[in-house]
């Protein structure tokens, strides 16, 4: 392996741990707190937060690691071989469909609904509360649990594989 693609790892393992992060704050609090405000202002808060991701670094860090996961699939595919190697393509498939994939297909969804509605229809209480809050924040720790666990299984094959490397030599 190059030291190009070990390093491209090695940030891999960290990115998808700070991304979890972010979701965890969600799941853990965030979420929970914004069910709590008086009025519309949880729904309020919501709907700046969701316009506001797009213009900060956790955009780029998202996006860029389906990318990364991407290449990361295809180069362990192509390149290396064994338990160390399926670990490293499991975890980038991970990333790939239960951060990414459920973010595009449940999460955005929700959010866009959000975001086209009145703050103080009764229709978007009901949404926030009935629907958005308990759906949105299941499939947000989904999406926690998917970048844990990405990490933990390139975390594993990753040393797992510069072990075994060491050993040969």
């Not at 947000?140 to 075994?164: E, H, I, K, P, Y």
Request: charged share 10%.
């Amino acid at each position: 392996m190059s030291s190009f693609v070990f390093v491209l790892l090695q940030l891999s393992i960290l990115a998808y741990a700070i991304v979890g992060g972010v979701f965890l704050a969600f799941s853990d609090f965030i979420m929970r707190s914004l069910s709590r405000t008086g009025g519309n202002g949880g729904v309020e808060a919501m709907q700046v937060i969701n316009r506001e991701v797009f213009r900060w670094v956790f955009m780029t860090l998202f996006l860029g690691m389906a990318a990364v996961s991407v290449f990361v699939v295809v180069y362990s595919a192509m390149n290396l071989a064994g338990a160390p190697g399926t670990l490293i393509l499991l975890g980038a498939l991970v990333y790939l469909f239960g951060c990414f994939a459920v973010t595009v297909f449940f999460n955005v969804p929700m959010n866009e609904a959000l975001a086209g509605m009145e703050l103080s229809a009764d229709a978007t209480r009901d949404y926030w509360t009935g629907t958005y809050l308990p759906r949105w924040t299941m499939w947000n720790t989904v999406r926690t649990l998917a970048c844990a666990l990405a990490a933990a299984m390139m975390l594993f094959g990753l040393v797992w594989l510069a072990q075994s490397q060491t050993k040969l030599v």
